[in-house]
């Protein structure tokens, strides 16, 4: 035992370039990320209003990586994951108790709830893809077999197969967007004029999800800390308590989780500056708005205006293959959550595997549901990623809170990265409040038929 204690629990971790092959949870937060913000909401942006909303994803990006930082660094730090760590949380003025523990997980299960549309429309925007490249299903028809086939590999894959297809899938997806944009750059003035934050008439329907989706929303922060979980990073998956060995190690796989989350945030601007800069150049001209069984046909025209046919169903392959991904991860992370909430009832730290399979089944098929009858892409990812949205404040402040309490004092983080968080927070507080007025004012989402 003392021979235990001397070695520690917790694996060195890679040095020098090698910790370039550790890069795993911040792949797949990307690629769960990179998709819906990227492909529907930036081009939708700028297809709709220019450049005027360019400042708001990159602000975005910046403001939420403190938040998604100190998520991964508890349970790295730690060994368990946020939901565990929040459902633990009571709210109390004093010895009055207003909210009980586990309180959380009821907002969570709303958002379980309300998720099933979004995943929904992304399966729809899938199935747009696959109609625009084999128009011989409906485009309905095609997304019920994409939904099939991502419960098909949940069913029988794992964390690491996930993490493979995401690294390709990103960088297919970086070369893309990187060729198009090289083609319709647009003059560098009217870049830095979207820079400067505005607020066009009309736009927060648009702009609110594009903030709290792009670079992953509420509970896509949560799914982060699932995945660090999965992927063994210090002491996620080892039981009993860090030794002093353990200490450095678990500091190094900090660092790593730090890289690993700022490579991905700088894919993830990249190529939604690129994607809104496309909506913006190309389908504003046009007039054309990706919405419908049309948005994979619309999406084409970024690379039909210049490689013709050829171009656009290579195109057509890449935006396949991300919203693929998104869907992919969106589902693996949301069930994740809802088996580790039941975890939490049961009193365990890992929920069995039946739980996370039986979410998969039931999120597969009421998904594929509301996907064949609604049949409105766009308009089931706005309403989800606005409730999403409502979220990130909480989540925010209830991260900062079980780093403070439960943390180590030696893993705390700085504080400048805390005063960073509360910004967050604050800051999607001020834009909830701006679409409450707006839709009070009679500003709607898109269509139900979009």
């Known amino acids: 035992m003392d021979r235990e204690k001397e070695a520690g629990v917790v694996q060195e971790a890679p040095q020098g370039w090698k910790r370039l092959i550790t890069l795993g949870p911040g792949i797949v937060w990307a690629a769960s990320a990179v998709g819906v913000s990227e492909l529907v909401f930036a081009t939708r942006a700028g297809a709709l209003y220019g450049m005027a909303l360019l400042w708001a994803p990159l602000l975005s990006l910046f403001i939420k990586y403190f938040m998604t930082e100190i998520v991964g660094a ?9 939901v565990t760590a929040f459902s633990r949380v009571e709210v109390k003025v004093g010895k009055l108790r207003l909210l009980p523990r586990g309180w959380i997980l009821w907002l969570l299960w709303v958002l379980f709830i309300f998720s099933i549309a979004g995943m929904a429309g992304c399966a729809l925007a899938v199935g747009a893809a696959l109609y625009a490249l084999i128009p011989a299903l409906p485009f309905a028809i095609w997304s019920l077999l994409a939904l099939a086939v991502v419960g098909i590999i949940l069913f029988w894959g794992s964390y690491g197969a996930l993490t493979q297809v ?46 709290g989706w792009t670079g992953a929303g509420a509970v896509g922060t949560v799914w982060f800390s699932m995945w660090a979980q999965a992927s063994n990073r210090g002491m996620a998956g080892k039981r009993g308590e860090p030794t002093a060995a353990d200490v450095p190690r678990i500091r190094d796989w900090l660092q790593i989780n730090r890289m690993d989350l700022i490579i991905s945030t700088v894919i993830t601007a990249i190529l939604t500056t690129g994607f809104l800069i496309a909506g913006a150049v190309i389908l504003r001209p046009l007039g054309t708005v990706p919405e419908g069984d049309a948005l994979g046909i619309v999406l084409a025209q970024i690379a039909g205006q210049h490689w013709g046919k050829a171009g656009e169903v290579i195109f057509l392959l890449g935006v396949l293959g991300t919203l693929f991904s998104t ?29 996370y399979n ?32 409502m979220l ?46 707006a839709l009070a004012s009679g500003v709607k989402f898109a269509s139900a038929g979009g």
Request: aromatic share 12%; hydrophobic share 55%; proline share 9%.
């Open 392 to 437: 990130i404040p909480i989540i925010a402040v209830m991260a900062i809170h079980i780093c403070r309490t439960y943390l180590p004092t030696e893993f705390h983080p700085p504080r400048f990265t805390l005063v960073m968080t509360y910004a967050c927070a604050a800051f999607f507080i001020f834009f909830i409040i701006l679409l409450v007025i």
């Open 166 to 211: 995401s690294r390709l899938l990103v960088a297919v997806m970086v070369f893309f967007v990187f060729y198009a944009v090289a083609q319709v750059m647009p003059p560098a003035g009217e870049i830095l004029g979207g820079l400067v934050p505005g607020v066009p008439a009309g736009s927060p329907p648009e702009l609110i999800p594009l903030l």
């Open 358 to 389: 039986t979410f998969l089944v039931i999120y597969i098929l009421t998904s594929a549901l509301l996907a064949f009858v609604i049949r409105a892409p766009v308009f089931m990812l706005q309403i989800t990623a606005a409730v999403d949205t």
């Open 327 to 355: 869907l992919l991860a969106n589902i693996d992370g949301i069930c994740r959550v809802a088996a580790s909430a039941v975890g939490f009832y049961q009193g365990k730290k890992e929920p069995p595997k039946k739980w």
């Open 74 to 82: 508890y349970t790295i730090a730690t060994g368990e994951n946020v």
